[in-house]
T-cell receptor, first 111, second 116 residues
Framework: AQRVTQPEKLLSVFKGAPVELKCNYSYSGSPELFWYVQYSRQRLQLLLRHISRESIKGFTADLNKGETSFHLKKPFAQEEDSAMYYCALSAVPGGGNKLTFGTGTQLKVEL | KAGVTQTPRYLIKTRGQQVTLSCSPISGHRSVSWYQQTPGQGLQFLFEYFSETQRNKGNFPGRFSGRQFSNSRSEMNVSTLELGDSALYLC???????????????FGPGTRLTVT
């Protein structure tokens, strides 16, 4: 069975402080991991995916297969980073697009 | 490029009724997935359609069904509504998975269903 765990419902940091949103997954094969973000009154949208190994809006995430983790990091938080962040896993042996989401972490960046 | 659209945006139904929600994917996207979002359970996968065929299915009762048309538009239907079906229903479209790689899913604004 696939499972994604985001242990923090709410993470509050000050502007300029480092951010780390935790994500752990459970899957026996080789999953694909994503971070989706939902800003206030906006649609859910892709932030980044592990396969691209890119930095988006200063955020990075590294897939650690040994620890089955895919934590999202940013060195200096900005006010506009305040949003709901969802870690998601895609693992469909038979093909297709199915995402298993974590419960999400609300990031609040305070001035 | 126009985004994913969902209609209606809000819906109020009574227990026992049925409801049909509609989703129009981004032009060129043939994969359409549906998710249910509730405060208690979060985002849960309902099903995925591709080329008018259901390709993947989540763990929801048979009261939840869907279909996809030849133009890739999709509908989902919930019969015999229960109070617990109150949720935000999200539709997402995507390009086809290729060479083992999952593509980005583009989400619609959702349909807020309230069952009274």
């Amino acid at each position: 069975a696939q499972r994604v765990t985001q242990p923090e419902k709410l993470l509050s940091v000050f502007k300029g402080a480092p951010v780390e949103l935790k994500c752990n997954y459970s899957y026996s094969g080789s999953p694909e991991l994503f971070w989706y973000v939902q800003y206030s009154r906006q649609r859910l949208q892709l932030l980044l995916r592990h396969i691209s190994r890119e930095s988006i809006k200063g955020f990075t995430a590294d897939l650690n297969k040994g620890e089955t983790s895919f934590h999202l990091k940013k060195p200096f938080a900005q006010e506009e980073d305040s949003a709901m962040y969802y870690c998601a896993l895609s693992a469909v042996p038979g093909g297709g697009n199915k995402l298993t989401f974590g419960t999400g972490t609300q990031l609040k960046v305070e001035l | 490029k126009a985004g994913v659209t969902q209609t209606p945006r809000y819906l109020i139904k009574t227990r026992g009724q049925q409801v049909t929600l509609s989703c129009s994917p981004i032009s060129g996207h043939r994969s359409v997935s549906w998710y249910q979002q509730t405060p208690g359970q979060g985002l849960q996968f309902l099903f995925e359609y591709f080329s008018e065929t259901q390709r993947n299915k989540g763990n929801f009762p048979g009261r939840f069904s869907g279909r996809q048309f030849s133009n890739s538009r999709s509908e989902m239907n919930v019969s015999t509504l229960e109070l617990g079906d109150s949720a935000l229903y999200l539709c997402a479209s995507s390009l086809e998975r290729e060479a083992g790689r999952a593509y980005e899913q583009y989400f619609g604004p959702g349909t807020r269903l309230t069952v009274t």
